[in-house]
């Protein structure tokens, strides 16, 4: 009876034992499951943090991009003939006024054309004078020579009419009147030849004259057409500005036609723009822009979009912007800062860019409360701009968020500000 009892009484403790150690190990596994989901509150000191308070008012939309200053008058300078670069004036970067030698190519074949035809010129110019002084001596002569046969027909004339007379009277013969009549005839035929003969000489002078003229000018226009070329060797600047591209060496021989160099004018600029193509796709012809110079001053320039590349690039578009007004210190090749206006929010909240906050996204930030402490809540935002982004959801006025990284924060639902 005793032995019965005891065996009882052991059996129920050791199922006690095990009912109690399950117990445990069932409260130990709750609590430490419980503990995994529970997140404990942080504590951040809040001069490590950068802080931002929401703002209702008008934000300017706008996109940003670096770009090049660009002239919107650009000249090509190039030679009409082959040479060798003989001097070198001003290069890459160089200011240049009109007709400032920029480079001098030499053409050996050129010159002694240009030499051989301008001697030419003199024998033929000569020769012109020579034509003239040689008809104005035969014209002279042949003048002297008429108006002395002139005189002697004028006088057999005379002869002949009183011989007319004394014949009828018969003092004389008819063979001495026929006499004097055949030489009357004789004088005057050879009169009438000598004019002929002076009008003769006038034509074969002008036509003379004409050919020489001809074949002067023929040799100007060779001359004047191998001039402009050696006068392109000389490469002249033909407006005011930059010279843009110049990679000529001392030397080096260059094709008729060839580049020589490119000058930019300082006056109309552009600025050439490189954007992503989901910001160049929002852009629109007559958008209001702004640039100023990279690293220089902060000196503002209006601007106005006039022009979109339609090629996309590597995801990439060039914009164009007309540089209004602006001062010397502006010029072609330098490097601008962008800001294009894409729009106005008018009584929209706004916000300095939490750190992973995207436009038009939802972002978990955290929202400080009156009583310091940060507590994460899920925003809603919307176009972002300069590194400010509107809130559509999720803040109100006047409320102060973290804007700094907080990813190492990660996990932690509310921090304790301190």
Do not use: C
Not at 296 to 312: G, L
Not at 401 to 414: C, D, L, Q, R
């Amino acid at each position: 009876m005793d032995k019965t009892i005891t065996k009882k009484r052991t059996t129920i403790r050791k199922k006690l034992l095990i009912g109690g150690s399950l117990a445990a190990i069932i409260l130990l596994t709750t609590y430490t499951v419980k503990s995994s989901f529970e997140t404990p509150i942080k504590k951040v000191e809040i001069a490590g943090l950068e802080l931002a308070t929401v703002e209702v008012g008008q934000l300017s939309i706008e996109v940003a991009g670096v770009g090049t200053v660009q002239p919107k008058q650009r000249v090509l300078h190039s030679v009409l003939d082959e040479g060798v670069v003989a001097k070198i004036i001003k290069r890459a970067g160089d200011y240049v006024h009109t007709e400032d030698v920029i480079a001098v190519v030499h053409n050996n074949k050129i010159a002694e054309s240009i030499r051989g035809l301008r001697n030419k010129l003199v024998l033929k110019a000569a020769e012109k004078r020579e034509l003239e002084v040689t008809h104005r001596v035969d014209q002279l002569e042949i003048t002297a020579e008429i108006e002395s046969l002139k005189s002697e027909v004028d006088v057999t004339k005379v002869v002949y009419e009183s011989q007319q007379t004394l014949s009828k009277s018969g003092v004389i013969s008819k063979i001495n009147l026929m006499k004097a009549q055949v030489e009357l005839d004789s004088k005057t035929r050879k009169l009438a030849f000598l004019k002929s003969k002076k009008e003769e000489q006038r034509t074969i002078h002008q036509l003379k004259k004409q050919n020489n003229q001809v074949e002067l000018e023929q040799l100007q226009a060779e001359l004047a057409a191998l001039e402009r070329i050696e006068d392109s060797l000389t490469v002249k600047a033909s407006i005011s500005g930059l010279v843009l591209e110049q990679e000529l060496e001392i030397g080096q021989k260059i094709e008729s036609g060839a580049k020589v160099a490119v000058v930019g004018g300082t006056h109309d600029l552009l600025a050439l723009v490189k954007l992503p193509q989901s910001q160049a796709q929002q852009i629109t012809i007559g958008m209001q822009a702004k640039v100023k110079l990279v690293g220089a001053n902060n000196t503002e320039y209006q601007a106005q979009v006039v022009r979109v590349e339609p090629k996309v690039q590597d995801g990439y578009q060039f914009v164009e912007l007309a540089i209004g007004e602006h001062d010397n210190q502006i010029f072609p090749l330098q490097d601008v800062h962008a800001t294009i206006e894409l729009s106005r929010a008018q009584d929209s909240l706004y916000v300095k860019q939490p750190y992973g906050a995207h436009a038009n996204k939802v972002a978990k930030v955290y929202v400080i409360d009156s009583e310091d402490k940060a507590v994460l809540r899920s925003v809603t935002f919307g176009a972002h701009s300069n590194g400010y982004i509107t809130i559509k959801d999720g803040l109100q006025s006047d409320e102060r968020v973290i804007v700094s990284n907080t990813a190492h924060f990660a996990g932690a639902n509310e921090l304790k500000l301190f």
